[in-house]
């Protein structure tokens, strides 16, 4: 549907589909808090249940490289049996490990649990785009659903790490997980009542073989990249992300060659499927890259508390709420969506060009420029996505939603590897060369042993600012590019245009 015409045959959307609307954002929220969540409470969980620095590792990212690797498989089920029905399994089992998280007595139970949330994360994402996509039929009030669906999973990571902080500051570090409980039973009752059951009425029998070829596609990439953002470059993440775009190759070939793959070529044959996600990971790579080194900057150069820093990152959440919005109501009056994607890509770059001018006691200044850069990127998301699930055939609404989801995943550690590594190297490079050796690895280091060495401190925040500046260069020219290809493979999409007579979604018709 692409034309006033099929706006007006589509059935529009009453108070049920928005109250059902509320009650999906409720677990997608949890699931996005849920990658951030863990940030105030590891030191609370290394005191009581005394982790290996291994363990350590695997308890605070076993969830995200589950939920990655699994997206594309869960999407793709969810079309088979059905989108809510995989949703209500997976609010249970995310339910359930959660109750498991917070009562964990050891390291290895802790970890089995954050795998199990994983699954439960991906089953809920791609199910609840799904869901939007039988919900909202009518384009107008999808487009707003999706907006909405956009800001929630944004300001999700950024409410987590708030939220673990106020938690075990006045409770105990489980109680990070038992928020999830209230939510998840809210949707078990409510969901089979007001959420409709949708699927693929002709699937064709489950590809199992594409199930570990696409988990080996996506986790060994993702696995280099976080650990090239975290380490530096080395040759075994290399290896890794090769290995991983080998199988990514095979994966690709048994879709397109077996009867009944999991994801379905002809998605890519729907026109602004493939430029949507392509563009959707490309700003995700903007969003995390500057994560990386905003979250360090407010802590660690301008010396703030750790609950203290995610306190003044909301603040630029706050513009957040009102970019898709927008976004969604020019398109809607008649502007194409490449205009309005460029534009977002092109806020995104600016919000990076004023991020590069920071230096070492700019908070003002980095909180503008992460407020414009999040309010461009969530425009682009907002729009990207609305034109992905658009375009996908409703029967393939998980599968598109998946691909979307693990596009994002790539994104979002791609820019944390790249833009990291520049930071690094130039952080390394600026570091006075009789530095001891932990300050030449990290700014933390650096400031670990800054009473060693007069000035150590003051250098180091300098280095990391310089190193700031550089990635931010390099992010503003990727968004500028971004914006160039916005302009040129968008162009030509039709937008969803409104109706006449079509009502506000918070007028009483509309609701």
């Not at 059951?197 to 064709?204: I, L, Q, R, V, Y």
């Not at 670990?448 to 300098?462: F, H, I, K, Y």
């Amino acid at each position: 549907m692409t034309n006033s015409t099929s706006s007006l045959a589509a059935p529009r959307a009453g108070r049920r589909e928005w109250t059902a609307l509320v009650v999906l954002m409720l677990p997608l929220l949890l699931v996005s808090m849920d990658v951030s969540v863990l940030y105030f409470a590891i030191p609370a969980i290394s005191a009581d249940l005394e982790p290996s620095g291994t363990q350590q590792l695997w308890i605070f990212d076993i969830y995200g490289f589950v939920l990655a690797g699994l997206l594309m498989t869960m999407g793709s089920l969810g079309d088979r049996i059905g989108r809510r029905r995989l949703l209500l399994i997976g609010a249970t089992a995310f339910g359930a490990a959660s109750l498991v998280a917070a009562y964990a007595n050891s390291a290895e139970t802790l970890i089995a649990a954050r795998a199990v949330l994983g699954i439960g994360g991906a089953t809920l994402m791609p199910s609840t785009m799904a869901l939007l996509r039988t919900m909202f039929t009518d384009p107008g009030q999808r487009a707003k659903a999706i907006g909405l669906w956009s800001g929630v999973m944004t300001a999700g990571v950024a409410l987590g790490s708030v939220m673990s902080g106020i938690l075990v500051e006045h409770f105990w570090w489980g109680s990070v997980f038992l928020v999830n409980l209230p939510a998840m039973a809210l949707l078990l009752v409510i969901g089979p009542v007001l959420l409709p059951e949708s699927k693929d009425p002709a699937p064709g029998r489950f590809d199992w073989l594409s199930v570990p070829l696409s988990m080996a596609a996506v986790l060994p990439v993702i696995y280099g990249l976080k650990e090239i953002a975290a380490e530096g470059w080395n040759v075994r993440y290399v290896v890794s992300i090769t290995v991983g775009l080998l199988f990514a190759a095979l994966f690709a070939h048994r879709q397109r060659t077996t009867a009944a793959p999991m994801i379905s070529p002809a998605l890519f044959r729907g026109k602004g499927f493939a430029p949507a996600v392509v563009l959707n990971l490309i700003s995700m790579f903007g969003m995390l890259g500057s994560a990386f080194f905003t979250t360090q900057y407010i802590q660690s150069v301008l010396d703030k508390s750790a609950l203290e820093a995610a306190l003044w990152a909301l603040l630029p959440s706050v513009p957040i709420g009102l970019a898709a919005p927008m976004a969604t109501s020019l398109v809607q009056k008649g502007v194409n969506r490449a205009y309005v994607v460029t534009a977002g890509f092109v806020i995104g770059a600016c919000g990076y060009g004023m991020l590069a001018l920071a230096g070492t006691d700019s908070m003002w200044l980095v909180l503008a420029a992460c407020g414009v850069l999040a309010s461009g990127i969530v425009t682009v998301i907002s729009q990207v996505t609305d034109l992905a699930i658009g375009t996908a055939p409703a029967e393939r609404a998980g599968s598109a939603s998946s691909l979307l989801e693990t596009g994002a995943e790539f994104g979002g550690a791609l820019g944390m590897a790249v833009l990291g590594s520049i930071g690094t190297a130039i952080y390394r490079h600026e570091i006075p060369a009789s530095a001891p050796a932990p300050a030449h690895e990290t700014l933390g280091g650096a400031l670990a042993v800054a009473d060693q060495v007069p000035g150590l401190a003051t250098a180091a925040r300098e280095a990391f600012t310089s190193g700031m500046q550089g990635a931010a260069i390099v992010g503003a020219a990727v968004l500028a590019g971004a914006a160039v290809l916005a302009a040129m493979t968008l162009r030509r999409v039709q937008v969803h245009s409104k109706t006449p007579d079509e009502p506000s979604c918070l007028s009483p018709s509309g609701v």
